[in-house]
């Protein structure tokens, strides 16, 4: 069986990403609007009444803002920590009996056919989690929503098969943006903010010396940010450490909005 990924949208206006393992189908995340969610998925061939959960990463808006909807519409259980259910509660309407499920940040867990692994992320909100997921012998890790990349995020996704790590910001851009008060820069680029260029390409090169292979750049500041600058960073650095991009390193981009690729991973039984 192979496992697939798809970024239907990641950025700081909304993140959904769908996964795929044997007969399991999951989102992580629906931040955008359940029609936009709908949309996405049938783009891609995916008819969203077969999912079967979502998976909440934290309850900031861009993570939840259509969960409810998609909650109600598909009859999805929605998982999520204790705390991370508290904090969003109010924000995601009525939830169905049956359908509010919660896990514990450092408790592994199978939905269906796919294993789920949570980790703890260090991001301001009340649990915050990252998940690497498992299908026969390949994993999938998110890694975003991050306000620096600590030891204990780099030894849960080690070695995996495909890694969406963030690449949130360039500093200067931030810091000339007058559109964002100086709480909210400071907020960002805090250690329990977002993920800079530079602190992304810090992280990639842990990665690749773990083992990963394949990364994808997500979860861009729209304001803040560029595709073009974001992979031009990493690039730029993982030439100067030596490392072959194309052999040593896939480096590919998801997108704030539009569809990103769908990636076919072969797993093992």
């Known amino acids: 069986m192979d496992m697939i990924f798809c970024p239907l949208y990641s950025g700081s206006s909304g993140n959904a990403?769908?996964?795929?393992?044997?007969?399991?189908?999951?989102?992580?995340?629906?931040?955008?609007?359940?029609?936009?969610?709908?949309?996405?998925?049938?783009?891609?061939?995916?008819?969203?009444a077969t999912?079967?959960?979502?998976?909440?990463?934290?309850?900031?808006?861009?993570?939840?803002?259509?969960?409810?909807?998609?909650?109600?519409?598909?009859?999805?259980?929605?998982?999520?920590?204790a705390a991370t259910w508290e904090a969003m509660d109010d924000k995601l309407g009525r939830i169905p009996e049956g359908c509010r499920r919660t896990f514990d940040t450092f408790?592994?867990?199978?939905?269906?056919?796919?294993?789920?692994?949570?980790?703890?992320?260090p991001h301001d909100a009340a649990d915050p989690v990252g998940y690497r997921l498992w299908g026969g012998n390949v994993s999938i890790s998110?890694?975003?929503?991050?306000g620096h990349f600590p030891r204990t995020v780099r030894d849960a996704v080690a070695g995996s098969s495909l890694v969406l790590l963030e690449s949130n910001h360039d500093p200067d851009m931030l810091r000339m943006n007058g559109h964002y008060s100086y709480k909210l820069k400071q907020r960002i680029l805090s250690n329990h903010g977002h993920l800079s260029n530079d602190a992304c390409a810090d992280a990639l090169l842990q990665l690749v010396d773990n083992g990963t292979q394949h990364v994808i750049l997500g979860h861009l500041s729209g304001e803040n940010n560029t595709p073009s600058l974001a992979r031009q960073v990493s690039e730029s650095r993982m030439i100067r450490e030596g490392i072959r991009l194309g052999e040593d390193l896939h480096l590919d981009m998801a997108y704030r909005d539009r569809v990103g690729s769908v990636y076919t991973l072969e797993a093992g039984a």
Request: aromatic share 8%; proline share 4%; glycine share 10%.
């Open 17 to 48: 990403l769908f996964v795929q393992y044997g007969s399991t189908r999951l989102l992580i995340d629906a931040g955008k609007s359940g029609k936009m969610i709908d949309e996405a998925l049938d783009m891609i061939g995916v008819d969203p």
């Open 51 to 81: 999912l079967d959960a979502i998976l909440i990463t934290h309850e900031h808006t861009d993570h939840i803002c259509g969960a409810g909807v998609m909650c109600r519409k598909h009859k999805l259980p929605i998982y999520a920590t």
């Open 107 to 121: 408790a592994d867990f199978y939905l269906g056919d796919i294993g789920v692994v949570p980790f703890s992320i």
């Open 142 to 146: 998110t890694a975003t929503d991050l």
